[in-house]
């Protein structure tokens, strides 16, 4: 009896350790078997991993690849640090709002905030160009390597800001406080104090950045490599969506990056270790200044978020909904000049309907799936840790050194010549794939945070553990749950990365064929889908935040006494 019901409830766990290893294991293992592949019919070979490892061919590509990332890492960083402490120690007014606008660029993806730096940028045509030379300013170019940081590191900003405000609020503020009273100013106090705690923050924000940019092509695509720049997943990319086609070299191209993105993930793992070592959390909450009034100093700090906000969120998203509403721009343009012809055009495109399409099924269907897989894995590594579970957790956790391109490498070896290639089935398994690791983090926060009392309790009552699931856990996870889709689901409609490598026009989704129309000059059909696809994301947020407050309200109306 006892070993037949540990059965039932093995198989479930050995079912779930299958499903990962198809989904996240097997994609990187192919890269590795496609890598010594000749062709995607042919016989076994080293010439391709002979030439990546044993020449210098990819070696600019390679150096090429490490200074973008290590820019924009820094960039990032600084600026999110500064964002952090001003928000963490000076309070500025309207801190909740601010702090929405300071992570909506997460929401945005930084290829649609580049084209909207496109549009602001470029230097004879550009919106923002053309206004600071009318008020006898000097423009500048935004198709440039110093652009292409510029809007890379604008966009991973809420990445930095994230880490290192949380560090800030945990840091005991009897130390600022000594600071403070041996004369020490804010500044010195930041230099002299803050900064030494918060650098092993400041590292992972560093190298998580770092990771996010190396993997990154579309930016590098328009802006870099049209003149003359190399990066590694942009060759990538080429080997396996321009002819003459080479799976096996984007392979062995990919493993460099693969190298490139475990060592950063090695050395932020390393880093949130000794991270530990910083905690300097007192008996008390830290006493910092409480939000309100406007004197000098908080002034300052809201007028340099707001600036922040401008640069990452309203002028882009302003250029883009401005440029889809003109035919053409020249330099000049009359409130008479907009028309709605560039969206009425776009909407009558089949590729545009069927890419909007696939993006909405794909985004449902692989929020759905996301969610259901981040819980079981979760649930499996925090409630029975045992070694299947632990193993699955393990799997589920591989891509998240494993750069989008590459997991769109692997899925190309393994569905090549199978039904499920060119459609959008791929897309969804490569979703699951990316974001799967994601998921189960959050997932693992929540779970962490539930007592077991009430669990317990229902398995002495006869509880099975689908009922405790369904009416305990889920319950208790909701804001969890909340959380995981609104995020999950973003992520999954403003992907590119990977699903540029796999889409056909029956399988396109909406950045692909964005991307598509700006890499071929074609601004507005760009800006005007560019245009619906924030609006799609705006409009799911705010949704989801109505019906969240609808939900509070009913909640609280219904605790009142009668």
């Known amino acids: 009896m006892a070993r037949r019901l540990a059965l039932s409830l093995s198989l479930p766990r050995w079912a779930l350790l299958l499903a990962i290893i198809w989904l996240a294991g097997l994609p990187v293992l192919a890269v590795f078997v496609g890598s010594m592949q000749a062709g995607t019919g042919g016989g076994f070979t080293t010439s391709h991993l002979q030439k990546v490892f044993l020449t210098t061919s990819y070696l600019p590509a390679l150096v090429s690849t490490l200074e973008l990332g290590l820019y924009v890492g820094l960039g990032s960083t600084f600026v999110g640090t500064v964002i952090a402490w001003l928000m963490s120690r000076l309070r500025p007014p309207g801190g ?11 929401f945005i993806s930084p290829f649609i905030g580049a084209v909207g730096w496109l549009t602001l940028g470029q230097s004879q045509t550009g919106m923002l160009n053309v206004a600071l030379r009318a ?3 000097p423009g500048f170019d935004i198709i440039s390597y110093w652009g292409a940081v510029f809007i890379m590191a604008l966009f991973f900003v ?3 800001y994230s880490l290192v405000r949380h560090s800030l609020d945990r840091l005991n503020p009897e130390l600022e406080e000594a600071a403070a009273i041996c004369g020490a100013g804010p500044i010195r106090t930041a230099l002299g104090v803050v900064l030494p705690l918060l650098w092993p923050s400041l590292l992972s924000a560093v190298i998580i950045i770092f990771v996010l940019a190396a993997e990154m092509f579309s930016i590098p695509g328009l802006l870099l490599v049209p003149y003359g ?3 590694l997943s942009y060759i990538i990319y080429d080997r396996t969506t321009h002819w ?3 799976y096996g070299e984007a392979s062995a191209v990919g493993l460099i990056l693969l190298l490139v993105t475990a060592f950063g993930m090695l050395l932020y793992a390393l880093s949130i270790r000794v991270q530990e070592r910083f905690v300097t959390v007192g008996p008390r909450s830290p006493r910092v200044g409480s939000a309100g009034g406007f004197d000098l100093k908080r002034t300052l700090a809201l007028g340099a978020i707001l600036f922040f906000i401008l640069l990452s969120c309203i002028l882009p998203i302003g250029a883009i909904a401005l440029r889809a509403l003109l035919p053409y721009f020249s330099g000049s343009f009359a409130f008479s000049d907009l028309t709605w012809s560039n969206i009425n055009t776009t909407f009558s495109d089949r590729l545009a309907i069927t890419s909007l399409r696939n993006s909405l099924i794909v985004t449902v269907v692989s929020t759905v799936l996301l969610l259901t897989l981040a819980f079981l894995v979760a649930l499996g590594r925090v409630r029975y840790r045992d070694r299947i579970s632990t193993l699955t957790w393990i799997i589920a956790s591989i891509p998240v050194a494993v750069p989008g391109v590459l997991v769109g490498v692997g899925l190309i070896w393994l569905y090549i010549g199978t039904p499920v290639y060119a459609t959008i089935s791929i897309i969804v398994l490569v979703m699951l794939a990316r974001f799967l690791p994601m998921l189960v983090r959050l997932f693992e926060t ?15 009552c006869g509880a099975s553990n689908l009922t405790v699931t369904r009416e305990i856990r889920l319950p208790l996870l909701a804001g969890t749950i909340r959380s995981a889709a609104t995020i999950g689901g973003t992520q999954v409609f403003n992907e590119l990365t990977a699903s540029a490598l796999l889409f056909t026009s029956a399988s396109s989704v909406l950045p692909v064929v964005i991307f598509n129309y700006m890499f071929d000059g074609d601004y507005s059909r760009a800006t005007a889908l560019a245009l619906v696809q924030v609006a799609i994301v705006g409009g799911a ?3 989801t935040g109505i019906a969240v407050l609808i939900i509070r309200l009913w909640r609280n109306h219904r605790r009142r006494p009668a």
């Open 244 to 246: 003459p086609i080479d």
């Open 158 to 160: 809420p990445y930095a």
């Open 229 to 231: 720049y190399e990066v």
């Open 135 to 137: 008020l006898g300013l």
């Open 541 to 543: 947020l705010a949704l």
């Open 446 to 460: 929540g779970l962490l945070q539930l007592g077991k009392e009430l669990e317990e309790a229902a398995f002495v």
């Open 96 to 106: 909740f709002v601010l702090e929405i606008g300071i992570m909506a660029p997460i």
